[in-house]
């Protein structure tokens, strides 16, 4: 019903990117710097434990992951690198990032 939206333009804007990269070099300086070192490590730590929790099921990487464990025909249609990619190559591409990433932590622990 009606006509079609259509987009007529698009305005570029960098006064966010400029004030949060202003708020960051912010932070470098001695009273802010003083400030954050108040805060406990295990403090930050946890939060980007958390953060790193709440988002491991949205990458990429976890999802094919799964997908390896799934019967081809129950994978998700929305997700492009379903559609363009055979299934065997997401796969072989997957094993090497697990093997990557299991070298990574061995050289980590080392």
């Not at 930050?44 to 976890?62: R, S």
Request: glycine fraction near 4%; proline fraction near 8%; charged fraction near 15%.
């Amino acid at each position: 019903p009606g006509e079609k939206p259509k987009i007529e333009g698009a305005y570029e804007q960098r006064l966010t990117n400029i004030l949060i990269h202003t708020l960051i070099a912010l932070s470098l300086t001695p009273p802010f710097a003083w400030l954050l070192r108040q805060i406990p490590i295990a403090v930050v730590m946890g939060v980007f434990l958390y953060l790193g929790f709440c988002n491991i099921l949205t990458l990429q990487f976890t999802q094919r992951c799964i997908l390896m464990l799934v019967p081809p025909k129950h994978h998700p249609d929305d997700a492009p690198y379903v559609r363009h990619v055979n299934t065997i190559r997401m796969h072989i591409y997957t094993v090497i990032q697990v093997i990557c990433f299991g070298i990574l932590i061995v050289f980590k622990m080392t």
